[in-house]
Nanobody, 114 residues
Framework: QVHVVESGGGLAQPGGSLQLSCVDS????????MGWYRQAPGKERELVAH???????GYEDFVKGRFTISRDNAKNAIYLQMNQLEVEDTAVYYC????????WGQGIQVTVSS
């Protein structure tokens, strides 16, 4: 399991941008498929995007063309560049591995509002 610290959330206006960062303190990061998840109020947690160790990426339809996931293995980090933000993107965002059993931290709040 990973032990991560997320940063970069906050408040943005519709159409604006935010970048989330996630740094893992565990080992073997470069071999992990990592993802960003989110959970909106009253909704279940959902996958947003994922990236493997070679930077092959995948996105859920609702963020395609707007969000970009990337990683820096030297820094044990993944990032989520969020552009063209919509009110519906408001959620707590989490960084974690793909697949397997997971523990979840506090995540980081992203609020999109006028």
């Amino acid at each position: 399991q990973v032990h991560v610290v997320e940063s970069g959330g906050g408040l943005a206006q519709p159409g604006g941008s935010l970048q989330l960062s996630c740094v893992d303190s565990g080992g073997g990061f470069s071999s992990l498929i990592m993802g960003w998840y989110r959970q909106a109020p009253g909704k279940e947690r959902e996958l947003v995007a994922h990236i493997n160790g070679a930077s092959r990426v995948g996105y859920e339809d609702f963020v395609k063309g707007r969000f970009t996931i990337s990683r820096d293995n030297a820094k044990n980090a993944i990032y989520l560049q969020m552009n063209q933000l919509e009110v519906e993107d408001t959620a707590v965002y989490y960084c974690n591995t793909i697949g397997g059993r997971k523990s979840w931290g506090q995540g980081i709040q992203v609020t999109v509002s006028s």
